[in-house]
């Protein structure tokens, strides 16, 4: 591509009412650049304690707690932002929160037809609490749109932090992560994958911070330790996919930000230094292989921090030295011409330098390429080791989940099999006896969760969220032409509507204007990974990319007065709204106020409170279930009354069902047993648990009958059944010895004929 100025040119025409770096007018408010530091610490703790308390997702205690708190938290400040929202403000992504409510709902509903009802249910919590997150955050932009700095600086500084602890945990290793013995760095998600996508969205929010013009000086210096921390972080989590994703967001913040000199200075100084630690740490053996003792590890481990140390020290000097040397004698254009044009030779020449290489293989050029995409499809592939070998490697296992995910979706194409319905859906169609719980990738396990009905409504709230966000940001200083204009467009002016150019007073950059695109940046790294993972369930780096799309979903267009006021009743189609002459008024009173907003403002409080309940029910049904099992050698009577409460708490809960059946038999009630088993399998026939435990009750009370539920389990699980599960001392010889051949036939042949007593 050519080189492209550094900065955004003058435009041609009328000059602008703004100075190029001002902060667009707030909504409803005057207009302010600076952010306090108090709203910068509030989120980035917020998001702290959602990284550092939920992890990844995995654990039903941590994740019932962060989804009510930020279910509360987000319907809390909706509703406040109904209540504080000046009068006859255009509703900027109602539309697009609509269709994410619509696809929580959706969810929840597939409880009804799901494989696994259970985690249907915690899905559908999830979904909300993601629901309430972006609700807020379109509901927080339309009543302090001017604080979308502190988002920005809040967002980054999260991921800082998250990157120093990953940092720290392998500086100190017998403190903070004792029982860690992969070379990769997980914590505190305890998944590599997530750490490297949050060090990538961190990377991103330095790239802003570094590059912007206004803000604290010193703030803006910070963005060069910030740099090199966020990638070394991203290099040792080994993460293939998360290089990919920021090198995705890198290369759309170059392109849509003007200050591509700025950003590139960061990007290079920081990973220069990063390089240089990370070829240390690939270096050390204690570092970069797995089952290393402990002593050894520590030790190496003191050395990178001291080398870590060094390189924030380095990176701050340099820093604090670019932004003073730039301030006083900025560069000419010229210099930025001549400088941009030698960064695209650089490019072009690593590119023409890497297909040199692969055109002087032993498979040449196009065999290099086949051989790779053979490779990254192939299911059979093997899994690349957790060292830094694997960052060159192209093979993974993300085939055979995505195979099976298409298998689950073929069975079940219209609305899947329900949500997170995948991680037992797959047991029937996999190879190997590996637990997997997410298809990786967020098409596909849509697609055997949600089926064809769930991805058209995915894809639909993407199409209305880009619209959104193109409408705040103008990429490439062009936007979609109004649905309302384009009679008017066609008409009047005779040219054909679709993404035209802005005009010369309204294609300036402010700094705000900036800084949405960056928030876009963000959200296209955070969707291109989760393309080829699973950290859409993780909600630490999930509610990061949830914040910025709320805000610009949220954001609106700009317009050259104080607020967004809507067109007046009877304008022609396309007429331009009309600026109002300064701040909208808040209301001040209730009559101001309004019932029906009122009303709107209840009903969201009250939506937030049920979605709570609902999520807190599958825990307080564990916990009731946990007590039964622990009353039950000490009080049956108290075990069984914990155990129906458990079921009453959360009826769809297989676990709940089975050990109800457990405390019944232990208290002498064999035919309630049996009726709690038969109703579980009755309700749930496609899970092969429901099965599996019918057939290990009724093996010690009738062998025949205990067969066909265990010919039921092993169709929809082939590979889950063990042969000590049955021993020589059941009661009937012959059954057992049916049932042994029978699984050494079906594994034998990966027969996909349906048996009888099985309803998958």
Known sequence: MAAAPTEAPAPAGPAPTRSPDSPRPAIGGPARIASGPLWVVLLAGLLCFVTFYAKGGLSLESMTTGEIVLTLAGGALTAAAVVLLARRMRGYGIWSVGLLLAFSALTAISVVWSVAPAASWQDAGRMFAYSAVFGASVALVRVAPARWSAILEGVTLAAVVVCVYALLTKVFPGTLAPSVTYARLEEPFGYWNAIGLMAAIGALGCLWLGARRSGHALVSALAYPGMGLTLVTLVLAYSRGALAALAVGVVAWLCIVPLRLRGAAVLIVGGL????????????????????????????????????????????????????????????????????????????????????????????????????????????????????????????????????????????????????????????????????????????????????????????????????????????????????????????????????????????????????????????????????????????????????????????????????????????????????????????????????????????????????????????????????????????????????????????????????????????????????????????????????????????????????????AVYLDPQSIAPELLSAERKDPEAVEIYNDYVRALRASQTRQPISGARP
């Open 273 to 712: 230094a990063a390089a240089c630690v990370a070829a240390y740490a690939f270096a050390t053996y204690a570092l970069s292989s797995e089952g290393v003792p402990l002593a050894q590890r520590t030790a190496a481990g003191h050395r990178l921090g001291a080398l870590l140390a060094a390189m924030v020290l380095a990176l701050t000097l340099a820093g604090i030295a670019i932004g003073f040397l730039t301030s006083r004698r900025p560069p000419s254009a010229l210099a930025r011409r001549r400088a941009g044009v030698l960064l695209l030779g650089l490019v072009a020449a690593a590119i023409l330098a890497f297909a040199g290489a692969l055109a002087h293989s032993h498979r040449g050029l196009t065999g290099s390429i086949s051989h790779a995409l053979d490779s990254l499809t192939n299911p059979n592939a093997k899994t690349p080791p957790n060292t830094p070998g694997r960052l060159t490697a192209i093979a993974s296992v993300r085939a055979r989940y995505w195979n099976e995910a298409l298998e689950v979706f073929g069975a079940h194409p219209a609305l899947g099999a329900g949500a997170m319905g995948y991680q037992t859906a797959r047991l029937r169609y996999r190879k190997a006896p590996l637990v997997v719980a997410h298809a990786h990738g967020f098409v596909v396990q849509t697609l055997a969760d949600l089926g064809i009905v769930g991805l058209a409504l995915a894809l639909a709230l993407l199409a209305c969220w880009l619209a959104a966000a193109g409408r705040a940001t103008h990429p490439f200083n062009r936007r979609w032409t109004p649905w309302r204009a384009w009679r008017n467009v066609t008409g009047r002016e005779g040219r054909s509507p679709g993404w035209r150019r802005l005009p010369p007073q309204e294609s300036h950059y402010s700094a705000e204007r900036v800084g949405l695109l960056s928030m876009l940046c963000i959200v296209v790294c955070f969707g291109a990974h989760s393309l080829v993972d699973w950290t859409w369930y993780v909600p630490g780096v999930a509610c990061v990319a949830l914040i910025c799309a709320g805000w610009l979903a949220g954001r609106g267009p700009e317009r050259s007065g104080a607020a967004h006021a809507s067109a007046p009743a009877g304008a022609a189609p396309g007429a331009q709204e009309a600026p109002a002459a300064g701040p909208r008024p808040r209301p001040r009173s209730l009559r101001e106020i309004g019932y029906p907003r009122l009303a709107l403002a209840a009903a969201v409080l009250a939506g937030a409170l049920l979605a709570a309940w609902s999520q807190w029910q599958p825990q307080r049904s564990e916990d009731a279930r946990q007590r039964a099992l622990e009353q039950l050698a000490t009080s049956p009577t108290a075990a069984l009354a914990s155990a129906q409460l458990a079921v009453s708490r959360d009826p769809v809960s297989p676990l709940a069902l089975i050990t109800l059946a457990d405390v019944q038999q232990a208290a002498g009630q064999p035919a309630a047993a049996l009726a709690t088993l038969q109703q579980a399998v009755r309700e749930q026939p496609s899970n092969p648990q429901t099965w599996l435990a019918l057939g290990q009750y009724e093996l010690a009370h009738d062998p025949p009958a205990a067969l066909a539920a265990m010919r039921a």
